[in-house]
């Protein structure tokens, strides 16, 4: 008799969407027989990943992220793709609550039946992307998208934590110019694979190929993120749809060149490895939490590391050796 675990990877790989939304909300339950239930899921399903083209998205509040987004994903559904869409939202700090505002904005794209968008709050994980965007992007291939884009929050250390998830890393940027593209740190612009210029049209279309001259120049001072890598800067604009096409081409076009060269294999072999010492390392923190000896040297030393009696690296040290039961 097949359990409820497989029934519902059977469900997602025979492409019900209902079923990839359970999965989805199970991968991200934090409770452990829900943990538990997952990773069976996951094992179920891994067979039918892998084959996806996977995008990561990023770039300032303000640069028209959502907009191009839907414009690429119905110019991809146009050329045959079918296209995920995993929106991070930010989560309050103080409340805990999300915006999760992508499927609003993005309401085009999210009604054809070629497309699926899950926004998902960061709940506060560091870089903007929610801690189980890599399993939902595995189960969305597994329902048969073969592009799926990662789009995060555009803030902190959201742009490596997307590019350590991803195939290409696309970075949006706005027509600006002078101090204003000072905005877009050496660190950013050195994990991009593309980077596009939003809001080519109108009155800012001159500032917006001023922008992209600027950061072609910088982009050529950079080292390469790969050995003969060029990086393209492509102006666009996803409100009347100039350019949207000949980034897709790019997208495309590069993405089969890294299949070409290994590269692509090279980049994912890494990230599973990377995947599994994240994994390992939340997983600790997780148990730390909820052991009751750590937790009581937790609430003895608090308020001694407050007052500055003890210092924090000793008191980490007697809670960790609580722990481990030393």
């Known amino acids: 008799m097949a359990t409820p675990g497989a029934s519902l990877a059977a469900s ?26 997952a990773r069976a899921l996951l094992e179920d399903v891994l067979p039918r990943t892998g084959a996806a083209m996977r995008l990561g998205v990023s770039g300032a509040p303000g640069t028209g992220k959502s907009t191009l987004i839907e414009a690429l994903g119905l110019q991809a ?18 409340s805990g609550g999300s915006i999760l505002g992508d499927k609003t904005r993005m309401s085009g794209l999210g009604r054809h039946p070629e497309a699926f968008i899950r926004p998902s709050p960061s709940s506060g994980t560091l870089g903007g992307v929610a801690r189980r965007t890599r399993e ?26 997307v590019a350590d998830l ?57 080292r390469p993120k790969r050995p003969g890598w060029t990086v393209e800067v492509a102006t666009l604009s996803a409100l009347t749809g100039d350019g949207v096409a000949d980034l897709w081409r790019h997208l ?4 089969d060149e890294l ?5 692509l294999d090279r980049i994912r072999a890494r990230q599973g ?13 997780d148990l730390l939490r909820t052991h009751p000896g750590a937790q009581r040297r937790l609430a003895e030393l608090e308020p001694a590391v407050a007052a500055g009696t003890t210092t924090p690296t000793n008191a980490a040290h007697e809670v960790l050796q609580e722990f481990l039961g030393r």
């Open 12 to 37: 997602i790989q025979a492409g019900d969407r209902r079923a990839l939304a359970r999965g989805v909300t199970l991968v991200e339950s934090t409770l452990a027989e829900h943990r538990a239930e």
């Open 77 to 94: 559904i146009a050329d045959g793709r079918r296209v995920a869409v995993l929106a991070v939202d930010p989560s309050s700090s103080v």
């Open 136 to 161: 939902a992007m595995l189960l969305c291939e597994a329902a048969g998208f073969d592009l799926v884009i990662v789009e995060t929050v555009g803030v902190g250390q959201s742009e490596v934590a």
């Open 166 to 222: 991803v195939d290409l890393f696309l970075l949006v940027a706005s027509p600006a110019g002078g101090d204003e593209l000072q905005g877009v740190k050496r660190g950013i612009m050195e994990l991009a694979d593309l980077i596009a210029v939003n809001k080519a049209d109108g009155e800012l279309a001159g500032p917006a190929r001023h922008a992209a001259a600027e950061l072609r120049r910088a982009v050529h001072l950079l």
């Open 252 to 255: 495309t076009e590069a993405h």
């Open 259 to 263: 299949g070409r060269t290994g590269d």
């Open 273 to 285: 490895v990377s995947w599994m010492w994240s994994e390992v390392t939340e997983t600790l923190v």
